[in-house]
């Protein structure tokens, strides 16, 4: 792939990028409110009036799910999820250290493909055994969806990466 095309399929992710990261920013912070505020609601009900709200912690599982992993997508967009990156330790050559951190990248694709699989396999089992919560009778596709989303998120935000590997700049 020429440098030019190259270009312009980054110049594409990084346009898809800012539409993804106007969403999921809000996303996080509106289910953040939510679970802080079912957490101090059931606790304030619990402690204050002696009473549960049946189907709280429902809501707060779902609102949970949603929110590690567009928090985990989000930290996998800025490059600031963890990582074993030692190898600028102990490797002098710019060129080996790229080649390094290329390897890394890879390895970090077929884990991330291997993880879309698993998810969505997961999700195609939610779905054809329809299986629902007690109180409420969410459908618990709906969480297992929230790991399928990262798993493709995940992907995007990989293959983002290694284009700019390849290309030589940082994201």
Known sequence: MTNSRLDKVIAGYDA???????IIVPLVVFLSLLVAGGLVLGIVLRSGFNTPMLGLEEIILFSVMWLYMLGAALASRERSHLSADFAATFIRSARWRHRVHLLAGSISLV?????????????????????????????????QGSMFCASILFLFYVTRDMLNDIRGRQS
């Open 16 to 22: 898809v990028d800012t539409v993804l990261q106007k």
């Open 111 to 143: 884990m991330v493909c291997a993880f879309v699989v698993w998810s969505y396999d997961l999700l195609a089992w939610g779905l054809t055994h329809q299986q629902s919560t007690p109180v409420f009778q969410i459908p618990l596709y709906l969480s």
